[in-house]
């Protein structure tokens, strides 16, 4: 896996880059962040692995860290301080595990519903969170 060492200078770089994600809200996932699911090959325009962007912080204008979608999600990063709880980031890996398949659908255009997406994940795991 390769481990970007410093986010900041990726991201002043690729400061358009999020615009190309679509934002979901706490209410929609239960997640207690929010989160960027790539809806387009951002990815591959710039050139990294398939990730999700999620807030580091629980503020909405909290700065976003990568996590990659993976069977094994990880953050990417050599060195990060992360400012949300352990719990709380292993709820995002369990969004990205139980969602993998619907996730990539929406990246490689095979999904035409996000809604549909967000309403199924509302059903199964409303409890959960």
């Known amino acids: 896996m390769i481990l970007i060492k410093d986010m900041k200078p990726y991201q002043a770089e690729n400061d358009m880059e999020l615009f190309e994600y679509h934002l979901l809200e706490r209410q929609q996932t239960h997640l207690p962040m929010r ?19 999620m807030c580091n912080g629980y503020q909405t204008d909290s700065p976003v860290i990568p996590v990659n979608i993976r069977e094994a999600p990880c ?32 990246i490689s255009y095979a999904r035409t519903s996000l809604e549909a997406w967000l309403n199924d994940w509302n059903d199964r795991y409303s409890e959960f969170f």
């Open 75 to 106: 953050i990417p990063l050599e060195h990060y301080d992360l400012h949300v709880s352990e719990s709380h980031l292993e709820k995002v890996y369990i969004f990205i595990k139980d969602n993998y398949d619907q996730i990539t659908d929406i």
């Open 35 to 53: 989160i960027y699911v790539d809806d387009g090959g951002a990815y591959l325009r710039h050139d990294h692995p398939l990730w999700l962007y």
